[in-house]
């Protein structure tokens, strides 16, 4: 049982929401890269 303690103790919802609030700016830069390669690339 320690051993699933352990293991799930970086499970809780304050990581989530790191990682969520780094994940969400890195997505949104990849995103608009992608989308001004297609722009220029069109226009």
Do not use: D, G, K
């Amino acid at each position: 049982m320690s051993e699933q303690n352990a293991s799930a103790t970086w499970r809780t919802p304050e990581v989530c929401l790191i990682l969520m609030a780094a994940a969400a700016p890195f997505s949104f830069s990849i995103w608009m890269a992608l989308l001004n390669n297609f722009t220029v690339e069109v226009a």
